[in-house]
């Protein structure tokens, strides 16, 4: 299938020029003409598994989906929509071409929950899709969106504490990468966040799911009901 094979080639070249491409890649180019490579392959991949699954066929259902997978999705993809919002703000795991990882003196907000509140907002994304939309292709992209999210979590994670140690660690022993792993044991406290996480997360999820009717051509999130 199309689908299978655009989602591994956007997965894979991922992994391969973040992990034993990137430092061979960074010494000829350097880290700026790296980033440029990355996000043309990031790009030109993505939009083959984009045109890939819009061209794939619709396979039936693989089990009903009623209302409530719907608040359940709905919920997920809210909460994803504050991640994301929150991660743009102070997260050392944003690429910083110019210099070192900032750490932030505390972990707050979207950080206390998971220190990669980017990735797991990817990865809730991808599980929400798959709830409501159990066909083959639908499947097989959001299920790379989460391996490609957890795994490259995980993978940054162990770069990051050979690149800069000491500030990484710090960071680590302050956070969790499993949400709410750092709260649950004391590291890190509940609550702190800011209006563009909160108030953007709300924007951006009222506007994603609104534009599932006009780009999709039903109704997504709480417009399924206002509709």
Known sequence: MIVLIAATA???THFILSHPLRAPLVARLGEKGFLGVYSLVAAVTLIWM???????????LLWPVGDGLWV????IMLVASILLLGSLVGNPAMPNPDGPIMVPAEAK?????????MMWAFAMWGLAHILVYPVAANIIVSAAIILLALVGAAL???KKKVLTPAAWQHWESRTSYW????????RARFGRFGMHALAGGLVVWLAATWAHMPLAGWPAGIWRWLG
């Open 156 to 158: 940054q994670d162990r």
């Open 50 to 60: 984009i045109v890939a699954y819009r061209a794939a066929p619709v396979t039936p």
């Open 179 to 186: 949400p709410f792993a750092a709260i649950l044991a004391g």
């Open 109 to 117: 907000g979207v950080f206390a929950i998971t220190r990669h509140p």
């Open 10 to 12: 956007f997965v894979g």
């Open 72 to 75: 359940i999705a709905t919920l």
